[in-house]
């Protein structure tokens, strides 16, 4: 029997995402765009005109109000093309809203130059002198500091001109990846035919038949390597859209403009990189109880996502899930357990749950400040989608918070905060399903998904990062991004991480061709520090109770009020400190112990 994928229509509506709450009608979507170009004409009065506290206002109040509806038409319109890549209006409908990002982008550009010419003096002052302009206090603070690498309003315009040029790269992979790369079928252990897909891929290396798991990784990756050299373009091209724009904006390297955004400084990545390489022994110590739990010769990348306990039931329906996400979560309070399970109602339409043909895979949550969040699951009924589950609504979550208590301006959260939330839920759900069971096998089975969210999370990632620093550095040092250099910089990673009881399969050197967040500079880091802030925020959740959890929660409704270092600090994790990301990896090494005396 062939297992093919289901069709969009296939899926029962319950369990889809309802993007009409953002709006009715592609008609209605359309008709915001009409709005939105009728603004663009009224900001063009604001030229020139920035000289008093009350017009300042007003212009910032309108760039706003664009820009939230520009949130709202991009969102729909990719949310649209996620559902299913292969339908020509969806596509159109992505590209339309991109280019009018692009358009907004350019029609505002000359707001932060003109302020720029301000003093300081000027903007605080206009600040006492004008009711209602107390609240853009952080944002025009966070621009001064910005103002070395704000150019001239014509340089400014032409770069925001740029900007769909310069998403070229990332569009096109996405693309690529999710709609046009086929990876075949293979017979699996209960002998039926599988198509390979990007949604089944780790399920399928989760098999516990060999096999199985060989021909899923030479499947999947004979369709990377079959168009090696174009994805090897694609990349170069990203990261030396990355290098021109940081150059053009004075940094001293694409690591700084990144970080800089958010006032993150590149210590703090570099730091990280260096703590979590004094714990890659405790990573090859596991990948050496992996083997000889797995009672293997050779330890193979496609050997690293099946779970080392046999005969464990890891699968759960996505209705049980959700009743263990509540069970387990019960810590953050009822506050927190009642608007949750509110959003995960069918009714409310916050889900899509699960894969179907041409949809987006992996998982992601979004939308807008009008709308409530929506979530991308692609549900497939192991433990890791339960798991997943929580992530993706900690990042809902977050959201919905942030959203009720901050305006507009302030209710995004920073990329280095984004990944807290979703991982606070991850650990208490672990913690609980642990001492939720008396079974031994069962115990160690959690374990390992312990350390594999580890592994994935902190090791994983801060590989990944120190691919994106290297593979920038040598663009920035004039050297080519070839598939062959790309390959070479990849393995080498991989050897250092994963240790000698590893093989590192050729076929793996492309595996950076996979990775759609290297199209996102300097992305990657994010989800081991904020891996490791939210095991601190957990472990103070269970040990103090109420007085952690009022933290938590003003934490997420702080948005982006705050620098996220120290809106970080304020919940008791400061991240200029080596210290949390050694406490947590000291859990790491506690929990291979634990493992190791489960299996003996």
């Keep these: 029997m ?19 709450h953002i709006y009715e009608s592609a008609f209605e979507w359309q008709a915001s765009i009409d709005e939105i170009q009728n603004s663009l004409k009224e900001v063009e009065t604001f030229k020139g005109s920035l000289t008093n506290g009350q017009t300042l206002l007003d212009c910032l109040n309108m760039v706003n109000k664009i820009d939230e509806k520009v949130n709202n038409i991009f969102a729909y319109a990719r949310m649209r093309l996620d559902e299913d890549g292969s339908i020509a209006s ?56 910005k103002k070395p690498h704000v150019l001239s309003a014509e340089i400014e315009k032409i770069l925001a001109d740029a900007g769909e040029i310069g998403n070229a790269s990332s569009n096109a992979y996405d693309m690529l990846k999710d709609t046009d790369l086929k990876y075949g079928t ?15 891929f780790i399920s399928l290396l989760q098999s516990s038949d060999r096999r199985v798991r060989k021909e899923t990784f030479e499947l999947y990756y004979n ?25 053009t904006r004075n940094f001293s390297s694409s690591l700084e403009a990144s970080l800089h955004e958010n006032n993150i400084p590149t210590t703090v990545y570099g730091q990280l990189v260096k703590t979590v390489n004094e714990f890659l022994p405790a990573l090859h110590k596991y990948m050496g109880l992996r083997k000889k739990a797995l009672k293997l010769d050779e330890l193979h990348a496609y050997d690293l996502y099946v779970p080392i306990v046999e005969n464990v039931d890891a699968t759960i329906s996505y209705e049980d899930a959700k009743t263990k996400l509540v069970e387990g979560l019960a810590p953050l309070g009822e506050e927190y357990i009642k608007a949750m399970q509110e959003g995960m109602k069918s009714e409310s339409g916050w889900i899509d749950v699960y894969e179907n043909e041409n949809k987006s895979s992996g998982a992601y949550a979004w939308g807008t400040y009008s709308s409530h969040p929506f979530v991308l699951l692609n549900y497939d009924g192991k433990m890791d989608d339960m798991f997943t589950l929580a992530h993706e609504m900690g990042h809902a979550m977050h959201s919905f918070y942030s959203n009720a208590k901050q305006p507009y301006i302030y209710a995004g959260y920073s990329h280095f905060l984004a990944e807290v939330a979703s991982t606070v839920n991850e650990a208490l759900l672990m913690e609980y399903m642990l001492k939720s069971t008396d079974d031994k096998k069962m115990c160690a089975y959690l374990i390992n998904e312990y350390l594999e969210q580890f592994r994935t999370t902190v090791f994983r990632q801060v590989m990944f990062a120190e691919f994106e ?41 492309i595996e950076w061709a996979r990775i759609p967040h290297f199209y996102r500079a300097f992305y990657v880091y994010q989800y081991a520090t904020g891996y490791v802030s939210a095991i601190a925020i957990s472990q103070k959740i269970l040990q103090d109770g109420e007085e952690a959890v009022n933290a938590y929660l003003e934490f997420l409704k702080a948005g982006g009020s705050d620098y996220p270092i120290d809106v970080l600090k304020k919940v008791g994790v400061d991240m200029e400190n080596p210290e949390p990301i050694r406490e947590a990896l000291k859990v790491f090494e506690g929990l291979i112990d634990q493992l190791q005396e489960l299996l003996s």
């Design 186 to 200: 293979l017979i699996d252990e209960n002998n039926d035919t599988v198509t390979v897909t990007q949604g089944r």
């Design 90 to 145: 969806s596509q159109a409908m992505a590209d339309k809203a991109q280019t009018l990002w692009v358009k907004v982008q350019s029609a505002v550009s000359f707001v932060n130059p003109e302020i720029l010419t301000l003093s300081e003096e000027d903007i605080q002052t206009f600040i006492k002198s004008t009711s209602g302009l107390e609240l853009y206090n952080h944002y025009l603070n966070d621009l001064m500091r």
């Design 469 to 509: 620093a290297k593979t920038h550095e040598m663009v920035e040092n004039g050297q080519a991004l070839t598939m062959e250099a790309l390959n070479a910089v990849y393995r080498a990673l991989n050897e250092k991480y994963y240790g000698k009881d590893v093989i590192i399969d050729d076929k793996l050197d």
């Design 223 to 247: 369709a990377y390597l079959g168009l090696k050299n174009t994805f090897a373009s694609l990349m170069s091209s990203n990261v030396k859209k990355d290098v021109f724009f940081s150059k």
């Design 2 to 20: 062939e297992l093919k994928q289901k069709k969009r229509e296939e899926i029962p509506h319950e369990y889809q995402w309802k993007l009409e």
